[in-house]
């Protein structure tokens, strides 16, 4: 028999990415962590919350469109490819994105070990996104499924 463990809000909001990859982004056996899909990507998208879903996805889509321009120890390349675009994203935008986009990508930059450990924040990046995306669509009522 399973049992269902309950998240609060306010244990979202404290799952820091520098807390929940303390032991990386692979467990034990080198897969990926099931939780960069699920209860870690549900926290990025709690923490996110008050971001305009055009915002955070216009950042998103500019990094995986810069990532490939840059180089360098996975930590750096990462760090430049979010430097660019968030620049990016303000001239599509035509306002800068709210700052705490910047700052939440920013706390995985000493995260990153090796460029598998890049992939996976991709992976994770991309998981965020979409459940803000929905989260948001619920909040303005849309219609229910």
């Not at 034990?28 to 870690?40: C, I, M, Y």
């Not at 180089?71 to 990016?88: I, K, M, Q, S």
């Not at 992939?119 to 619920?138: I, K, N, S, Y």
Request: proline content about 6%; glycine content about 8%; some cysteine.
């Amino acid at each position: 028999m399973s049992t269902t463990t309950t998240i609060t809000r306010e244990q979202y909001l404290a799952m820091s990415p520098d807390h929940y990859l303390a032991a990386g982004f692979r467990d034990a056996a080198g897969q990926p962590r099931h939780e960069l899909t699920s209860v870690w990507a549900t926290a990025g998208a709690v923490q996110l919350e008050h971001v305009a879903p055009a915002q955070l996805g216009t950042v998103l889509t500019a990094l995986g469109q810069t990532l490939p321009l840059h180089a360098g120890t996975p930590a750096d390349h990462y760090a430049n490819a979010c430097a660019e675009a968030v620049e990016l994203a303000t001239g599509v935008l035509g306002a800068e994105p709210d700052p705490a986009v910047a700052q939440w990508l920013a706390r995985f930059a000493p995260l990153l070990k090796t460029e598998q450990d890049l992939r996976d924040l991709v992976q994770h990046l991309g998981v965020v996104a979409r459940q803000h995306a929905m989260f948001a669509g619920m909040r303005a009522g849309s219609p229910k499924v």
